[in-house]
């Protein structure tokens, strides 16, 4: 009768055990998104400038549907495993390296700069948006130490990039865009010729910028990008 006592309450325990974990996994719901090849774009400590990566061999990380992950940066091959987290975390989500290893067999520089990721001992908090065809990933593996990924490789430098874009159309009546090439831009500044700041902009949207109240004249439209900025001249109609 004790062992047929002891094996029910046993049983209550696996399931109640069981139940528990499930409805934990079940509080999570990680974004598809995360489960994609991510290339890095930028590193930033604080307020200080980011460093920029660019080109086809630029440090790289590919996390999959079971939170296993593989790395290349210089010279090192990485594999490891992620756990994902909601909790405790000021970001989306939170990843916790479990387990990695590296082999430095790919040939040129012993740097790195994934790893600073991988040796984090506790979460590191994780902020991710856009969609499939491009969407970004920042880590922030320490206080205001960020790993800023896209999923597509960057070919050239912001500045470069900043100093392509362009007004449209230009001379304008009242409503103008600018085409940058895929660059984010955070403000854009409007100043007379005088140097009179007469408009700001803070939030994009794709009906583009509307100056039909300005005067006819020449203005001068700076378009800040991060730390980089760029002056551009409209002509007011």
Request: hydrophobic residues 40%; negative net charge; charged residues 20%.
């Amino acid at each position: 009768m004790k062992k047929l006592f002891g094996l029910f309450v046993c049983c209550i325990l696996f399931s109640s055990f069981s139940s528990s974990e499930s409805s934990r996994k079940a509080l999570f719901d990680p974004d598809p998104l995360i489960f994609q090849t991510w290339y890095l774009y930028s590193t930033s400590v604080d307020m200080g400038d980011p460093n920029y990566y660019y080109g086809a061999d630029v440090p790289q990380m590919t996390i999959f549907p079971d939170f296993s992950f593989t790395a290349i940066d210089n010279c090192w091959a990485i594999s490891g495993n992620f756990e994902y987290t909601e909790e405790d975390i000021h970001l989306d989500f939170g990843l916790i390296t479990l387990n990695y290893t590296k082999d430095c067999i790919l040939g040129g520089s012993t740097g790195y700069v994934l790893e600073l990721i991988y040796e984090v001992t506790d979460t590191v908090n994780c902020l991710i948006w856009g969609d499939i065809g491009n969407s970004e990933l920042i880590i922030e593996t320490a206080a205001y130490f960020n790993h800023h990924f896209k999923n597509t490789i960057t070919l050239s430098v912001p500045e470069q990039q900043l100093q392509k874009s362009y007004i449209t159309p230009n001379p304008v009546s009242d409503i103008f865009s600018i085409k940058t090439s895929n660059l984010d831009i955070d403000t854009i500044l409007i100043y007379t010729i005088d140097g009179v700041l007469v408009k700001d902009v803070f939030t994009l949207d794709k009906t583009g910028i509307d100056i039909s109240e300005f005067s006819t004249g020449i203005y001068f439209a700076k378009i800040i990008s991060g730390n980089h900025s760029v002056v551009k001249k409209i002509i007011k109609e």
